[in-house]
C-alpha cells in the first residue's frame, strides 16, 4: 500500500518501510507502518508572527491608496520570501482596508520594514492606521518598532495550521 502524507510537524514511522522523499511529501511504502506525528514545539511556532492592520481612507485618497497597493504588492510577493501572507481587503464603501500579513520571523519583518518604509511613510499621508494587533512573539526590535504604532500583542499559546 502507498500513500503520502504532507506534514509541518516531527514525524516518526514505526514497523518495515521504505521511505522516499519526493517533492517536499514524503512517501511511505508499506503494509504495516504505523505513523506518530507530533506537533511543533512552542519555540518553532512562535517564529511565525501574523499582523492585522487597518487603516482608515478619505474617500478623495481611496484611488490613489489603492494603486500604490498595486504597485507594492508584487514586489513584496517576489522580494520577500518570508513574508508568508500578505493580503488586502476594503469595506464596501472603501473607506477601511484591513491587512492580514504573516512572516516566518522577526528577521522577515524586519525585512518587510526596510523595503516598504517610504511607501508606508507615503501611504499615513492619505490614510491613518487605526488598528494594529500582532499575533505572536517578535525580537525586542521588532516588538519597539511595532510599539511605536500602537500595536496591540498577542502571545502564542497553541493550535496548529493547515497547509
Do not use: W
Not at 511565525?48 to 487603516?55: C, I, R, S, V
Amino acid at each position: 500500500m502507498e500513500f503520502g502524507l504532507q506534514f509541518k510537524c516531527k514525524l516518526f514511522v514505526t514497523g518495515s518501510n521504505e521511505k522516499k522523499e519526493t517533492n517536499k511529501k514524503l512517501y511511505f511504502v508499506s503494509t504495516s507502518a504505523t505513523l506518530h506525528a507530533t506537533p511543533l514545539q512552542n519555540n518553532y511556532m512562535n517564529k511565525k508572527a501574523q499582523f492585522l492592520l487597518e487603516f482608515t481612507l478619505q474617500e478623495e485618497q481611496q484611488a490613489s491608496f489603492k494603486k500604490q497597493l498595486d504597485e507594492v504588492i508584487p514586489f513584496i510577493e517576489n522580494s520577500e520570501p518570508g513574508a508568508l501572507i500578505y493580503e488586502f481587503y476594503f469595506n464596501e464603501d472603501n473607506t477601511k482596508c484591513y491587512v492580514l500579513e504573516q512572516y516566518y520571523d522577526s528577521a522577515a519583518f524586519m525585512t518587510h520594514l526596510v523595503n516598504v518604509s517610504t511607501r508606508l511613510q507615503e501611504l499615513l499621508k492619505i490614510s491613518s492606521i487605526t488598528r494594529l494587533e500582532i499575533l505572536g512573539d517578535l525580537s525586542p526590535e521588532a516588538h519597539a518598532f511595532a510599539q511605536s504604532l500602537g500595536a496591540k500583542f498577542y502571545n502564542f499559546h497553541g493550535g496548529f495550521a493547515r497547509a
